[in-house]
Every structure is written in C-alpha cells, then in structure tokens.
C-alpha cells in the first residue's frame, strides 16, 4: 500500500473537487482499497506541544500543586 499525503484548499473548487471525488471511494469501511486518514497540520511547535502534554500527564498523575490566587502576594514574601 503507498501512503500520499495532500494539502488541500477544501475553500478553492478544485480543492472541494478532489475532496469529493476521494469520499466517493470511502465509503465501504470494511474494504480498505482507499482509506482516507485525516491529520490536521498543527500550526505549534512540536517541542512546546511535548511540554503541554508532560504538564497535562502530570496533573493528571497528580505530581502539580495549587496555589491559592487570594493569597498568592503572602506566598511571595
């Protein structure tokens, strides 16, 4: 199977075009002839998205603190 990638301009004719021509394919799930795979170009940098998902896992491992917005000027003294 060869993998192509394509940037399309879903805006321009010819991009609404090809894009409905490639769903014409699509549409039996269980035969994998054509298979569509959508990944959105992320417009960040690929070293702060790594550093957003490290402080999402830990909240979520529970390694953050909290500090209190009301008394965060005593914090500091």
Do not use: C, R
């Not at 021509?21 to 940098?45: C, G, I, R, T, W």
């Not at 491992?61 to 500091?76: A, C, P, V």
């Amino acid at each position: 199977m060869t993998t192509v990638t394509l940037k399309i301009n879903e805006n321009s004719e010819k991009g609404k075009a090809l894009l409905a021509f490639l769903k014409a394919f699509h549409v039996d799930k269980e035969q994998k002839d054509v298979e569509m795979l959508e990944e959105p170009e992320s417009p960040y940098n690929p070293e702060f998205v790594a550093k957003i998902k490290q402080a999402e896992k830990e909240i979520e491992d529970g390694e953050t603190f909290l500090i209190e917005t009301d008394s965060i000027w005593e914090s500091i003294k």
